[in-house]
């Protein structure tokens, strides 16, 4: 029954989690104790120097009892596999705590609000640019199998070496010398103008920012992809099926998209899901060039200035998405491929 499989799928995949966050947790606890001792230490000092009544003694204590209070509430005076439990309960219930240095657009020092601003700019980026990669490689792909050995699929597979081992940076930095600083089309980075305004034209602001950002990326990613679906749908396409639909006499156009594409959607559907969900976390480098304020970006941000619940946050947050869609892609291809029993025996 599939829904037992979707179930199984989905419990399996909590369970991964678990076990992944309860690792970062076992390999940040050193640096997050630290830190969090560090947040103490300040939170007393500030409270001590408030109270100007006291005296040297008097205030002597306040700390050593206020520490101890602190360090109770904090367990950190628990064994330490007792710690990373609880701090991996704490990420699995989302609560990640408050960053050090860094904070949201609001002034907000919670984990949750950093990351939380992040995460749509990155989809936003990502998932516009796989879109318009998929579209395009799925119709050059088609046409390059449609005519193998032509023209067509000759020329574009060249454009696919010389393209599609360029590294994503160095394009990046050519995009932007020539369409910001030569012909002066599209801005150079950023999610916005400064100021940024107001009503319509913010979106349309949005868009004119996320245009060169995306046009990169579509330039190196849809001619691999095309490729790929050729080779798919070119397999597909010397099938004895296919051949007797032609011999009917079923028009080429359906044979194509039709027959051919319903054989060919598990591993095009694959391939496009697990490109997408590579690219949740955001790349670090070309968000960087792009100066755009997605997850990559502030992953970087955060290791520069040492903030580590962020890097914890981040690493949860990035790492439950994909695996999110790593069980979405399963359940999505049981459902296409008619070929997969799910849930069942041999």
Not at 321 to 343: E, F, M, N, Q, S
Request: charge should be positive; hydrophobic fraction near 50%.
């Amino acid at each position: 029954m599939y829904w037992k499989y979707a179930i199984k799928r989905v419990l399996y995949g909590i369970l991964m989690y678990a076990i992944l966050v309860f690792i970062f947790s076992a390999l940040f606890n050193t640096v997050m104790e630290q830190t969090l001792r560090a947040q103490i230490e300040e939170q007393i000092r500030g409270e001590t120097m408030r109270m100007t009544s006291l005296n040297e003694s008097q205030l002597e204590d306040y700390v050593i009892n206020r520490r101890n209070d602190l360090y109770s509430l904090y367990r950190l005076t628990r064994p330490v596999a007792e710690r990373i439990l609880w701090r991996t309960w704490d990420t699995l219930t989302l609560n990640l705590g408050n960053s050090t240095i860094i904070r949201s657009s609001n002034g907000s020092r919670s984990v949750w609000d950093v990351v939380s601003e992040a995460i749509p700019k990155t989809i936003l980026l990502f998932s516009v640019a796989m879109l318009v990669d998929i579209v395009l490689g799925l119709l050059l792909g088609l046409k390059k199998a449609q005519k193998a050995g032509g023209l067509l699929d000759k020329s574009t597979s060249v454009g696919t070496m010389v393209v599609f081992g360029m590294p994503s940076w160095w394009l990046g930095m050519i995009m932007i010398m020539f369409f910001a600083y030569g012909v002066k089309i599209f801005p150079s980075g950023g999610l916005h103008s400064t100021p940024p305004p107001e009503g319509i034209s913010y979106f349309f602001d949005l868009l004119y920012h996320l245009a060169l950002p995306v046009l990169t990326l579509v330039v190196i990613g849809f001619w691999g992809r095309a490729f790929l679906t050729r080779n798919i749908v070119l397999g597909v396409l010397q099938e004895d099926y296919i051949m007797a639909a032609r011999a009917r006499g079923i028009p080429e156009r359906k044979v194509l998209y039709g027959h051919t594409m319903r054989t060919s959607a598990p591993p095009i559907v694959t391939m496009s899901l697990l490109a997408l969900l590579a690219s949740v976390g955001g790349n670090i480098v070309y968000e960087g060039i792009f100066s755009w304020p997605g997850m990559g970006n502030l992953y970087w941000i955060a290791l520069q200035q040492n903030d580590v619940p962020v890097l914890m946050g981040n690493l949860a947050i990035t790492t439950g998405l994909y695996i999110c869609g790593l069980v979405l892609l399963d359940l999505i291809y049981g459902l296409l491929d008619p070929r997969i029993k799910v849930g069942g025996k041999q």
